[in-house]
């Protein structure tokens, strides 16, 4: 056990898993959020379809519609850079945990009210990667939210901006 | 500072720096930004309900062509229930057209002049990729873009007929709530749900790229 920790530890400490970490997630929300920046409308469409937001007054749907991609690439920069990583990742959590769950309500919905078999609905999410099969887009979402939180419990500060202006 | 108020402060200044250049970048580029304050959902069905009742909606001013294609069509469309036409007035608060009233329109020799003019809802890709032959586009989250060239054609007009996809999609509702903004009057108004989708189902004529 106190050898596992150990590998386990110097394998953090070299730096490379939390590099690759950020070069993953910043990389793909750098991509999601590009895509919805391409679109804003199309990206407006899609959240209305969830149903969250009030129409009226709708200031909070499009504030959400404007705002949402750019902090998508906003972090994913960020994370690509190691530049404030744990805040960035944060936010990330913070936005799968708001938004997986709502894929999952919505894929169940139809489910229910086509009578389609739960593991082939496929849909456009709004995550900005088009339509999906939703089983599998929500497989990678929890993948993407376990290595946002390798990122958040890593102690390592090399290949980072931060690391090198200091 | 310990790590999880750093983590929160980090966040915050990553926060606010995302709204700060979400709201520049929407400011300042040239087409497809989102208006703050516009609701782009609104389907105007209060004004069509103020309008109503101060002049009841009606499909009584077709030209005599159009007008013999739409008893035509009434007589021998079976399947038009007076339960479902009822279904489709409480659905839409619009005038609405069915695919053989909207046959008639088409074929009626006043639309060839611009006396019907048909209004395709949808983007840009969607329009370039095919259109009801002589529909002009009017993309309602682009408005500003075509605003001008739906004026002219709505002042000359008698019937706006306003599709989309068909199916689920509400552009065509939207598009219409759209022109009541600007004035253009409810009566010329004329919905078709069946849309892009029954169109081109039926085997009707398309039209691609621009006109």
Redesign the interface.
């Known amino acids: 056990m106190a050898a596992s920790k150990s590998i386990i530890r110097r394998a953090d400490e070299s730096g490379v898993p939390l590099l690759l970490v950020r070069l993953v997630l910043g990389g793909l929300f750098i991509y999601m959020g590009a895509m919805k920046i391409a679109d804003p409308v199309d990206f407006l469409r899609m959240i209305r379809a969830y149903g969250l937001a009030p129409e009226t007054p709708p200031y909070f749907l499009n504030g959400t519609a404007i705002v949402l991609p750019w902090l998508e690439v906003v972090c994913g920069i960020a994370l690509v850079l190691g530049l404030w990583v744990r805040g960035a990742t944060a936010l990330i959590v913070i936005m799968l945990l708001a938004f997986t769950p709502v894929v999952l309500m919505r894929a169940l919905q139809i489910h229910s009210a086509e009578g389609t078999p739960f593991f082939k609905i496929t849909f456009d999410c709004g995550c900005g990667t088009g339509v999906e099969i939703i089983w599998i887009k929500l497989c990678k979402n929890t993948g993407l939210f376990l290595l946002s939180v390798l990122a958040l419990l890593s102690r390592s500060r090399r290949f980072r901006l931060t690391a090198l202006i200091a | 500072m310990n790590?999880a108020r750093?983590?929160?402060?980090?966040?915050?200044?990553?926060?606010a720096?995302?709204?700060v250049?979400?709201?520049t970048?929407?400011a300042v580029r040239a087409s497809?930004?989102?208006?703050?304050?516009?609701?782009?959902?609104?389907k105007g069905t209060g004004r069509v309900m103020a309008a109503s009742l101060e002049k009841p909606a009606r499909l009584d001013h077709l030209s005599p062509e159009a007008a013999r294609g739409i008893s035509s069509a009434r007589l021998h469309d079976s399947s038009d229930t007076s339960a479902q036409a009822t279904d489709r007035e409480q659905q839409y608060a619009y005038q609405v057209v069915t695919f053989d009233q909207v046959v008639a329109i088409f074929n009626d020799p006043n639309t060839a002049v611009g006396g019907n003019v048909f209004v395709d809802a949808r983007?840009d890709r969607e329009y370039e990729a095919g259109h009801i032959p002589g529909a002009i586009q009017a993309d309602h989250?682009?408005l500003e873009d075509y605003i001008d060239m739906l004026l002219d054609h709505a002042e000359s007009a008698e019937k706006i007929i306003v599709y989309c996809n068909g199916g689920n999609c509400e552009d065509s509702i939207f598009l219409c709530s759209d022109m009541l903004d600007f004035e253009i009057p409810c009566d010329k108004l004329y919905l078709y749900p069946g849309g892009w989708q029954e169109w081109t189902d039926k085997g009707m004529p398309v039209a691609k790229g621009r006109e």
């Open positions: 790590a750093r983590t929160v402060l980090e966040a915050l200044i990553l926060g720096l995302g709204v250049v979400a709201i970048a929407n497809g930004s989102i208006k703050f304050s516009k609701n782009y959902f609104d983007n989250y682009r």
